[in-house]
Protein backbone atom coordinates (compact mmCIF):
# COMPACT_ATOMS: atom_id res chain seq x y z
CA UNK A 1 0.00 0.00 0.00
CA UNK A 2 1.50 3.42 -0.50
CA UNK A 3 2.52 5.00 1.97
CA UNK A 4 1.63 8.64 0.75
CA UNK A 5 -1.65 9.04 -0.81
CA UNK A 6 -1.71 11.25 -3.92
CA UNK A 7 -4.69 13.43 -5.21
CA UNK A 8 -6.44 14.35 -8.34
CA UNK A 9 -5.07 11.66 -10.59
CA UNK A 10 -5.30 14.35 -13.11
CA UNK A 11 -6.38 17.81 -13.65
CA UNK A 12 -6.46 20.45 -16.35
CA UNK A 13 -6.02 24.13 -15.73
CA UNK A 14 -6.04 27.11 -18.21
CA UNK A 15 -3.08 29.62 -18.76
CA UNK A 16 -2.57 31.48 -15.73
CA UNK A 17 -4.31 29.49 -13.66
CA UNK A 18 -4.07 27.83 -10.05
CA UNK A 19 -3.14 24.13 -9.85
CA UNK A 20 -3.08 22.46 -6.73
CA UNK A 21 -2.08 18.94 -5.99
CA UNK A 22 -2.65 17.32 -2.77
CA UNK A 23 -1.26 14.72 -1.03
CA UNK A 24 -1.52 13.01 2.55
CA UNK A 25 0.51 10.33 4.81
CA UNK A 26 0.15 8.52 7.89
CA UNK A 27 3.87 7.92 9.41
CA UNK A 28 4.86 10.32 11.93
CA UNK A 29 8.71 9.47 11.37
CA UNK A 30 8.72 11.32 7.66
CA UNK A 31 10.72 14.64 7.95
CA UNK A 32 11.05 15.34 5.09
CA UNK A 33 8.67 16.16 1.55
CA UNK A 34 9.57 16.29 -1.96
CA UNK A 35 8.27 17.04 -5.12
CA UNK A 36 9.34 15.75 -8.35
CA UNK A 37 8.01 16.65 -11.76
CA UNK A 38 8.52 14.01 -14.72
CA UNK A 39 8.05 15.20 -18.19
CA UNK A 40 6.81 12.87 -20.84
CA UNK A 41 10.20 10.57 -21.67
CA UNK A 42 12.09 11.58 -18.84
CA UNK A 43 13.05 10.70 -15.30
CA UNK A 44 11.71 12.59 -12.55
CA UNK A 45 13.46 15.66 -11.06
CA UNK A 46 13.12 17.23 -7.79
CA UNK A 47 11.30 20.26 -7.82
CA UNK A 48 11.22 21.59 -4.24
CA UNK A 49 10.94 20.44 -1.06
CA UNK A 50 9.80 20.99 2.73
CA UNK A 51 10.47 20.03 6.03
CA UNK A 52 7.79 20.04 8.53
CA UNK A 53 9.42 22.43 10.74
CA UNK A 54 7.70 25.50 8.52
CA UNK A 55 4.06 25.68 6.95
CA UNK A 56 4.92 26.97 3.90
CA UNK A 57 7.98 27.18 1.14
CA UNK A 58 7.97 29.40 -2.21
CA UNK A 59 10.40 28.90 -5.22
CA UNK A 60 9.12 31.14 -7.73
CA UNK A 61 5.79 30.02 -9.30
CA UNK A 62 5.48 27.29 -6.77
CA UNK A 63 4.92 26.91 -3.29
CA UNK A 64 4.55 23.61 -0.83
CA UNK A 65 2.13 24.16 1.78
CA UNK A 66 2.41 21.77 4.93
CA UNK A 67 -0.08 21.16 7.52
CA UNK A 68 1.72 19.17 10.05
CA UNK A 69 -1.38 18.76 12.21
CA UNK A 70 -3.55 16.74 9.46
CA UNK A 71 -0.54 15.15 8.13
CA UNK A 72 -1.15 16.75 4.43
CA UNK A 73 0.86 19.38 2.57
CA UNK A 74 0.17 20.76 -1.09
CA UNK A 75 1.81 21.90 -3.96
CA UNK A 76 0.48 24.96 -5.33
CA UNK A 77 1.37 26.36 -9.04
CA UNK A 78 0.75 29.57 -9.19
CA UNK A 79 0.18 31.79 -12.92
CA UNK A 80 0.12 28.22 -14.72
CA UNK A 81 2.28 27.55 -17.99
CA UNK A 82 1.67 25.70 -20.69
CA UNK A 83 5.46 24.48 -19.85
CA UNK A 84 4.21 22.81 -16.67
CA UNK A 85 2.43 20.27 -18.64
CA UNK A 86 4.12 17.41 -16.41
CA UNK A 87 3.21 14.81 -13.98
CA UNK A 88 4.10 15.42 -10.56
CA UNK A 89 4.72 13.12 -7.70
CA UNK A 90 4.77 14.16 -4.13
CA UNK A 91 7.43 11.69 -1.48
CA UNK A 92 8.46 11.20 1.83
CA UNK A 93 11.57 9.02 2.41
CA UNK A 94 12.02 6.75 5.57
CA UNK A 95 15.22 4.70 6.51
CA UNK A 96 16.48 5.17 3.08
CA UNK A 97 13.56 3.96 0.96
CA UNK A 98 11.92 7.28 -0.89
CA UNK A 99 7.84 6.90 -1.12
CA UNK A 100 6.21 8.35 -3.77
CA UNK A 101 1.90 9.23 -4.10
CA UNK A 102 0.79 7.88 -7.54
CA UNK A 103 1.18 11.28 -9.52
CA UNK A 104 -1.04 14.19 -10.78
CA UNK A 105 -1.18 14.42 -14.87
CA UNK A 106 -1.14 18.60 -15.21
CA UNK A 107 -2.00 19.88 -18.51
CA UNK A 108 -2.59 23.63 -18.83
CA UNK A 109 -4.23 24.90 -21.62
CA UNK A 110 -3.06 27.79 -23.51
CA UNK B 1 27.94 16.14 -17.19
CA UNK B 2 26.79 12.78 -17.42
CA UNK B 3 24.97 12.48 -14.04
CA UNK B 4 22.84 8.99 -14.16
CA UNK B 5 22.77 6.80 -17.14
CA UNK B 6 20.78 3.78 -18.11
CA UNK B 7 21.74 1.52 -20.78
CA UNK B 8 19.43 -0.26 -23.05
CA UNK B 9 16.64 3.18 -23.38
CA UNK B 10 14.52 0.17 -24.56
CA UNK B 11 14.10 -3.69 -24.40
CA UNK B 12 11.84 -6.30 -25.69
CA UNK B 13 12.27 -10.12 -24.24
CA UNK B 14 10.28 -12.98 -24.18
CA UNK B 15 9.05 -14.74 -20.92
CA UNK B 16 11.58 -16.17 -19.63
CA UNK B 17 14.42 -14.87 -20.88
CA UNK B 18 17.23 -12.99 -18.83
CA UNK B 19 18.92 -9.78 -18.88
CA UNK B 20 20.83 -6.82 -16.96
CA UNK B 21 19.59 -2.94 -16.77
CA UNK B 22 22.45 -0.95 -16.26
CA UNK B 23 23.04 2.15 -14.18
CA UNK B 24 25.99 4.42 -13.63
CA UNK B 25 26.85 7.33 -12.20
CA UNK B 26 29.26 10.01 -11.92
CA UNK B 27 28.41 12.18 -9.28
CA UNK B 28 30.07 10.08 -6.35
CA UNK B 29 26.87 8.96 -4.42
CA UNK B 30 26.74 6.32 -2.03
CA UNK B 31 23.11 5.71 -2.56
CA UNK B 32 21.36 3.99 -5.69
CA UNK B 33 18.24 2.40 -6.12
CA UNK B 34 15.89 1.23 -8.56
CA UNK B 35 12.22 2.07 -9.42
CA UNK B 36 9.63 0.93 -11.83
CA UNK B 37 6.86 3.30 -12.87
CA UNK B 38 3.21 1.69 -13.46
CA UNK B 39 0.77 3.92 -14.58
CA UNK B 40 -1.47 4.50 -11.53
CA UNK B 41 1.25 3.25 -9.51
CA UNK B 42 3.80 5.64 -9.45
CA UNK B 43 7.43 4.93 -8.37
CA UNK B 44 7.69 1.84 -6.66
CA UNK B 45 11.25 0.84 -4.98
CA UNK B 46 12.33 -2.50 -5.93
CA UNK B 47 16.00 -2.49 -4.27
CA UNK B 48 18.41 -0.05 -3.36
CA UNK B 49 22.08 0.35 -2.42
CA UNK B 50 23.97 2.22 0.57
CA UNK B 51 27.54 1.64 -0.59
CA UNK B 52 29.86 -0.54 -2.43
CA UNK B 53 28.78 -4.32 -1.28
CA UNK B 54 25.62 -3.32 0.71
CA UNK B 55 22.70 -3.92 -0.98
CA UNK B 56 18.56 -4.21 0.77
CA UNK B 57 14.51 -4.97 -0.95
CA UNK B 58 12.52 -2.56 -1.41
CA UNK B 59 8.73 -2.34 -1.95
CA UNK B 60 8.87 -4.88 -4.93
CA UNK B 61 11.67 -6.90 -5.36
CA UNK B 62 10.75 -10.20 -6.51
CA UNK B 63 11.91 -11.15 -9.84
CA UNK B 64 14.98 -8.97 -9.72
CA UNK B 65 18.95 -9.18 -8.08
CA UNK B 66 21.33 -6.55 -7.74
CA UNK B 67 24.76 -5.78 -6.46
CA UNK B 68 26.99 -3.17 -6.13
CA UNK B 69 30.51 -3.91 -6.62
CA UNK B 70 31.51 -0.05 -7.25
CA UNK B 71 30.77 3.38 -5.91
CA UNK B 72 29.49 4.57 -9.81
CA UNK B 73 27.26 1.15 -11.15
CA UNK B 74 24.07 -0.15 -9.73
CA UNK B 75 22.94 -3.35 -12.62
CA UNK B 76 19.33 -4.55 -12.36
CA UNK B 77 18.85 -8.10 -13.29
CA UNK B 78 15.71 -10.00 -14.10
CA UNK B 79 16.56 -13.80 -13.79
CA UNK B 80 13.04 -14.90 -15.94
CA UNK B 81 11.76 -12.32 -17.12
CA UNK B 82 7.65 -12.06 -16.80
CA UNK B 83 4.81 -9.83 -18.52
CA UNK B 84 4.18 -8.78 -15.48
CA UNK B 85 7.52 -7.17 -15.55
CA UNK B 86 7.01 -5.05 -18.19
CA UNK B 87 7.40 -1.68 -16.86
CA UNK B 88 9.87 1.85 -17.39
CA UNK B 89 12.38 1.15 -15.27
CA UNK B 90 14.50 3.85 -13.52
CA UNK B 91 17.68 4.58 -11.67
CA UNK B 92 18.21 7.10 -9.29
CA UNK B 93 20.77 8.06 -6.98
CA UNK B 94 22.05 10.65 -3.79
CA UNK B 95 24.24 11.32 -0.98
CA UNK B 96 23.79 8.91 1.61
CA UNK B 97 21.75 11.75 3.57
CA UNK B 98 19.55 12.80 1.08
CA UNK B 99 17.85 10.59 0.17
CA UNK B 100 14.73 12.79 -0.49
CA UNK B 101 17.13 14.50 -2.93
CA UNK B 102 17.27 11.26 -5.64
CA UNK B 103 18.72 12.02 -9.10
CA UNK B 104 17.14 10.26 -11.65
CA UNK B 105 18.49 8.54 -15.33
CA UNK B 106 16.21 8.99 -18.50
CA UNK B 107 14.23 5.31 -17.60
CA UNK B 108 14.45 2.19 -19.12
CA UNK B 109 11.34 0.59 -21.23
CA UNK B 110 10.97 -3.23 -20.89
CA UNK B 111 8.43 -5.08 -22.68
CA UNK B 112 7.82 -8.87 -21.52
CA UNK B 113 5.92 -10.59 -24.38
Known amino acids: QQQVKQSPQSLIVQKGGISIINCAYENTAFDYFPWYQQFPGKGPALLIAIRPDVSEKKEGRFTISFNKSAKQFSLHIMDSQPGDSATYFC?????????FGAGTTVTVRA | NAGVTQTPKFQVLKTGQSMTLQCAQD?????MSWYRQDPGMGLRLIHY???????DQGEVPNGYNVSRSTTEDFPLRLLSAAPSQTSVYFC????????????FGEGSRLTVL
Open chain 2, 27 to 31: MNHEY
Open chain 2, 49 to 55: SVGAGIT
Open chain 1, 91 to 99: AAPNDYKLS
Open chain 2, 92 to 103: ASSYIGRVGELF
